[in-house]
C-alpha cells in the first residue's frame, strides 16, 4: 500500500466539506494552493571546513485571517508536499481556534540527530538569512516543530534581530522564557490536547482516571503528553515508544522515570521493568485512548481495522490518514483531529506574541485558563456541529474553519 500524500489529503478533506458550507469551486480552487512558497538553498559550513547545500522551504499557506502563523521542522524525509499540506492544516487551526492569523510551515531537508550543535546553529542561522524578507511579526512568524526547539528559536530571534537591528521578540514564538518566551508554552500542545481528550471521553462517558494510554513518539509533545496525562488527568500510561521502538507495560508506566531513562539513554527502549514492542505494535494495544504524537500517515487502511482505542487523539499533524478516517468512524472509533486536538502549541504561541508586543509576561495560570477556555471552546462547537450534521468531528471541524477562511476572503474582496 502507498502512502498518501499529505498535501493530497488535506484537499480531499477540503472538497468533502464545500458542501457544507455551500463554497463555490472556484472559490474551493483557490483554497487548494499555498498563496506563496519560498524554496531556498542554504549552504552551509560543516565543522570538517567542507560546504554542504541544504534545502529549505517556506509555505505561506493563506493570510486571509492575519499573518502567517506555523512551525518549522527539520527532517530527513522533509519533502515540500507535506509542508504544503502542513501549512494548509495551520491555516484551519489558527481558524477553528479563532485566532487572529494564517497557516505556514517551513521545513529544512537534514538530520538534526548527524549534526554538531555548531553546524545546527549555522544551519538554523542561515534559514533566517536566507528567508528574511519573508518573515517578521506583522508577515510570518515561526515557532517549533519536529526536530525544532526553544533553542534553535533563541538563535533564530537573534539571527532576525541582527538582521532587522533590533530586539524582535515577536518574530518567533516557542522562545525560551528568559527570551520573550511565554510560560506554558512548552507543554502547551499536550495540554491543550488533553483538555480535549476530557470533553470528549465526557461525552463517551469514559471516565479518564485509571483510563489505559497509549502514546506514539516521546519528543516535546508526546513526553508531555505522558506527563500530564498521569500527573494531572489521573491517566494510565501503558506504552510510549520513540523512533527507536516502543515499550508496554499493562499496568502503567512510571513516566518521570522514563523521562530520566530517554534523557540518560537517548531512548525510552530497554526501560526495566516492560515489554519491547514496535511502533506497530503500540497502536494497536488494547488501550482507551491512542495518542499518536511524533509523525503523519502512521493510521492507514492496513492497521484501521485493528485499533481497539476508543479514542484515537491526533497530537501529531496527519497521523491518521483518509482510508483510516472512515474505517475508524465506521467502527465508531471517535477520532480527535489534528488541527483541533493540537491547536494548542498555536494557541500558546499566539498568547507569546500578545506578551511581546505588550513588553508582558503572563503567569503560567494565566495561560493554562485561557488555554483551557479555547480548547475547550473549540471542541464544544466542532461537537455540536458534528451531531448536528451527522458527520465526523474532522469534518464539522474543516466547516468551521474553511467558512471563516473563506468570508475574511470575500470581505477582503480577494473572491
Ligand atoms: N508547530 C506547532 C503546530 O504545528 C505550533 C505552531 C506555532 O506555534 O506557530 O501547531
Known amino acids: 500500500m502507498s502512502e498518501q500524500n499529505l498535501f493530497d489529503m488535506v484537499k480531499r478533506h477540503l472538497c468533502s466539506c464545500s458542501t457544507d458550507i455551500a463554497m463555490d469551486e472556484n472559490i474551493e480552487a483557490v483554497l487548494k494552493m499555498p498563496r506563496r512558497e519560498i524554496h531556498v538553498s542554504i549552504p552551509v559550513r560543516m565543522d570538517t571546513g567542507t560546504i554542504r547545500a541544504f534545502q529549505g522551504f517556506r509555505v505561506q499557506y493563506n493570510d486571509a485571517l492575519g499573518p502567517t502563523k506555523g512551525g518549522i521542522r527539520f527532517h530527513p524525509d522533509e519533502t515540500i508536499d507535506t509542508i504544503r499540506g502542513l501549512a494548509a492544516l495551520m491555516t484551519w487551526k489558527c481558524s477553528l481556534h479563532n485566532l487572529p492569523l494564517g497557516g505556514a510551515k517551513g521545513g529544512i531537508i537534514c538530520n538534526p540527530k548527524e549534526l554538531s550543535i555548531h553546524e545546527l546553529e549555522r544551519l538554523s542561522r542561515a534559514y533566517v538569512q536566507a528567508m528574511y524578507p519573508f518573515l517578521g511579526p506583522d508577515r510570518d512568524i515561526p515557532a517549533p516543530d519536529v526536530y525544532t526547539n526553544p533553542g534553535i528559536m533563541a538563535w533564530m530571534v537573534d539571527e532576525y534581530s541582527k538582521i532587522a537591528g533590533k530586539t524582535t521578540f515577536g518574530s518567533f514564538t516557542g522562545k525560551p522564557v ?19 481528550i476530557r470533553e470528549a471521553a ?14 506514539q513518539g516521546f519528543g516535546n509533545v508526546g513526553s508531555f503528553a505522558a506527563m500530564l496525562g ?7 500510561i501503558v506504552a510510549v515508544s520513540d523512533s527507536h521502538g516502543g515499550i508496554y507495560n499493562p499496568d502503567g508506566l512510571p513516566v518521570r522515570d522514563l ?52 479514542i484515537v487523539a491526533e497530537f501529531a499533524n496527519g497521523p491518521v490518514d483518509n482510508d483510516a478516517d472512515e474505517i475508524l468512524f465506521s467502527r465508531e472509533i471517535q477520532v480527535l483531529p489534528d488541527f483541533l486536538a493540537n491547536g ?72
Open 178 to 196: 528568559a527570551l520573550g518566551g511565554s510560560e506554558g508554552r512548552l507543554d502547551a500542545t499536550a495540554r491543550g490536547g488533553w483538555y480535549v
Open 344 to 415: 494548542g502549541g498555536v494557541i500558546a504561541s499566539y498568547y507569546e506574541m500578545v506578551q511581546n508586543f505588550n513588553m508582558d509576561h503572563w503567569e503560567e495560570e494565566k495561560v493554562h485558563r485561557k488555554l483551557e477556555r479555547k480548547m475547550t471552546d473549540a471542541y464544544r462547537a466542532v461537537h455540536t456541529l458534528a451531531l448536528q450534521n451527522h458527520v465526523p468531528l474532522r469534518r464539522a471541524a474543516y466547516t468551521i474553519a474553511v467558512s471563516r477562511v473563506v468570508n475574511a476572503m470575500k470581505m477582503r474582496g480577494w473572491v
Open 259 to 310: 523521562v530520566t531513562h530517554k534523557s540518560e539513554n537517548g531512548t525510552v527502549v530497554h526501560f526495566p521493568g516492560a515489554t519491547h514492542i514496535t511502533n506497530d505494535e503500540l497502536l494497536e494495544l488494547p488501550a482507551d485512548i491512542l495518542i499518536p504524537a511524533a509523525l503523519e500517515n502512521v493510521i492507514n487502511q492496513s492497521n484501521a481495522p485493528r485499533i481497539r482505542a476508543r
Open 230 to 236: 498521569q500527573e494531572v488527568f489521573g491517566a494510565r
Open 202 to 215: 465526557r461525552d463517551l462517558g469514559l471516565e479518564l482516571s485509571g483510563s489505559k494510554v497509549a502514546i
